[in-house]
């Protein structure tokens, strides 16, 4: 029998176009009988390393005024909600990549992820509020205090700061990025399709 | 009658992701449509604006060293010879797109910026080198001095850098872009199938 095949997913909960490649995965990825892995990390030390304290979108404005119009064309396109906050990018999402880390080892953590792009992109919210996060844990029907304390335990900072290490290592500088086990990697929701493509090689 | 639809193809001849974007176009546009006008430009005055002296693929080695592997695999994909100087990125595209202009005026300006990509990143040769474009010239059948002195005219250097101004007037910050009649910009070979179909609407 034919080993499954593998793609990592890179996502960063402040990343505006992981929003549109978290809701599109799972259907490609079932479509073409891959089994994705969600490896949620922060971009801000990959960033601060190439000697930006911000996004490269703040940073060169013609690039963010471009991403804002380009993010909300292909999230009309898939009929997705788009109201992100004006006030607010890129947003902490530490708290986020942190709780999801615990999702992900417990079998919430799709669904967390969806909510919290949602949230926002949709919502307009500010994910690095605790409450903003424990709202959402509510709603999956979670203990959100119970899940926030393993959140914040010295162990789960500890993976998260693995897993945004080897996000480095791997040559990962954008999200999303997409590896796939032969260790391919693809940078952009545009390239979730090469990738899947790649990986049910 | 419906007016016919059109859409600006902004190529610089030292962009990679151009070359793909030149060779795809001309089946695409025709499928919807949509009548293409190509307008060489140069990113150097642009990236500097930027604060960038090259291109910032060069600037981040690991955005510079995906883009090579992305290259690439979109160029098998294609069934498109991909063989770069490993010495020069970016080339100096600056003859190249005053020669271009002269093309574009007189109806050989597509073939001749085929030609030009193949021979940067297919053959591995220096487009910046007068002999390399007066070669391209000749296998068109051109007086390849007669072109080149009027692409050196005080008239046809003024009308590129107009062409650049009215590029970074568009807010366009790197190539390929796309800009539709109605003034969408799209940016980048895969954005080549949404900016056609925005033109098509």
Redesign the interface.
Known sequence: MRQESVLDFWLDYASTYSYPAAERISVLAHATGVRVRRRPFLLGPIFKA?GWDTSPFNI?P??G??MW??VA?ICH?LGLPFEPSAQQFPQNSLLAARTALVGFADGWGEDFSRAVYNAEFAEGLNIAEPGVIAAILKKLGLNAAHVMERAQSAANKALLRNETGEAQRL?I??APSFVTADG?????N??LE?ALAWAAR
């Open positions: 190439q060169y013609q690039k005024e471009y119009r380009d064309r396109a040559g500088f954008g391919e990697l693809f940078w952009g545009d390239r090469p």
